[in-house]
């Protein structure tokens, strides 16, 4: 396995790799890689010949007084996982490369970055598609995958991968959890044992919103409403972000779940502590 950290360099490898007839698959992250990264890694395996595995915590996708600079970072413990997991080449570039002095393109999808993520951290979408096309433009990937633990993220890389008309397949790969339930993420590392326990309330309260609607309800302001008030009844310490119910495939709030022919996310954003996770869950069809 090689890191390389020059845009250069990492082209002209992979002008050689293609050159020889391979097909290349990208594995796109912020580093301090867990469970869930490597699962990435296992889903692209199969279809490709080389693994290029990204290291880069864009600045672009973080707003002011966000987790930029206390972000978790181990490039070491990084590297030794994804060799053993697999991978080729670590893509691990500079910034200043990234975003050098006078950079002024963004990609902005207009519509499908409107709520949830979206409207919480204004301007985050914008950096996560500028950096995913840069990294595609660089690596020229046949595949790519994306963890559905941040499912409007997926569907963000879809819609411009349909849009731009780009070369890559995108791959949906599945959350992967604690054996509590708890979703694998970076950001866990920033909670207490207290907070840890708190952190149950995601799972916990998307559980309970499948269960209202297996149990006939289609109405999502009384779902979302039945849910708001067992997180405040059980969870005095947990401040809601949001609770949504979308129509996955354009992302727009449902407000009757019969009337929806595509898939349903319930997703929901809360602060434990000061730290702020992510969950969601897609039902099928109604």
Do not use: W
Request: proline residues 2%.
């Amino acid at each position: 396995m090689q890191i390389i950290r020059r845009i250069v360099e990492m082209k002209q490898k992979i002008k050689k790799i293609k050159k020889d007839g391979k097909k290349i698959g990208i594995v796109p992250t912020m580093g301090y890689l867990h469970e869930g990264h490597i699962s990435l890694i296992e889903k692209i395996k199969s279809k490709v010949d080389i693994i290029v595995l990204s290291i880069f915590v864009n600045p672009k996708q973080f707003g002011e007084n966000e987790d930029l600079e206390s972000y978790p970072r181990n490039i070491e413990k990084d590297s030794k996982i994804a060799e053993e997991a697999g991978v080729d080449f670590i893509f691990y570039p500079l910034e200043k490369e990234m975003y050098p002095n006078g950079y002024q393109t963004v990609i902005n999808l207009t519509e499908l970055t409107k709520g949830l993520c979206g409207e919480k951290r204004p301007g985050h979408f914008k950096g996560v598609a500028t950096v995913v096309l840069k990294l595609f433009n660089i690596i020229k990937p046949d595949f790519a995958v994306f963890g559905l633990k941040d499912a409007q993220q997926v569907r963000v890389i879809e819609k411009m991968q349909e849009d731009l008309n780009l070369d890559v397949k995108i791959i949906r790969a599945e959350i992967i959890r604690e054996i509590d339930g708890l979703a694998k993420s970076s950001r866990n590392k920033y909670l207490n044992e207290k907070e840890r326990k708190d952190a149950l309330v995601l799972r916990k309260s998307l559980l309970y919103a499948k269960e209202i609607i297996e149990a006939g309800e289609t109405s999502s302001s009384i779902i979302i409403k039945k849910v708001e008030k067992y997180i405040t009844s059980n969870y005095k310490n947990i401040n809601v972000d949001y609770f949504e119910i979308v129509d996955f495939e354009k992302l727009e709030k449902i407000e009757e779940l019969h009337k929806i022919h595509s898939e349903i996310l319930i997703a929901m954003a809360v602060y434990v502590g000061n730290t702020r996770l992510i969950d969601n869950m897609l039902l099928n069809k109604y």
